[in-house]
């Protein structure tokens, strides 16, 4: 019963973080992109602090413990679909909070701390978007690979 609850919670919070990964892959960096840059980065440089909120955080940092917990279970329990679930997990936490907290935090830091009106400023924008963008592709990619693992190992439990 633990199992199957873990499993669910970390496929519907997998579920979100890629669907909000894919809308800035898809929507929100190639409309920026298409902006002045003082607006463009000026709007990024608002998404960034507005997005850390608890309801974010509670599906952010909650997704990774209830996945945690979802391949710890999943392990403990022979009849378990083990690689399933251990899959969705490892997915989660190096694609989602890894490349989260490793790669993008410190470039939205940086992107927030910056003046929109500079050369300075355009140029970060440059190469923010630049490398940046690719590899939200990847955290996206990576969740929902990890949503379809939790959802396999939820069928064979």
Known sequence: ??????????????????????????????ALAHEPVPAAMTAMQ?????????????????????????????VLDPDAATPWGVAGAVLYLVTSVGLTAGYHVPRNNALVAADPATAEGAGLWATYLREWVPWNHVRAIGCVLATASFAIALART
């Open 1 to 30: 019963m633990l199992l199957d609850v873990a499993l669910l919670l970390a496929l519907v919070g997998s579920g979100l973080m890629a669907g909000l990964f894919f809308a800035f892959s898809v929507a929100v960096m190639p």
């Open 46 to 74: 608002r998404i960034n602090v507005a997005i850390v909120r608890p309801v974010f955080l509670l599906v952010f940092v909650g997704t990774l413990v209830v996945a945690v917990a979802a391949a710890i279970f999943s």
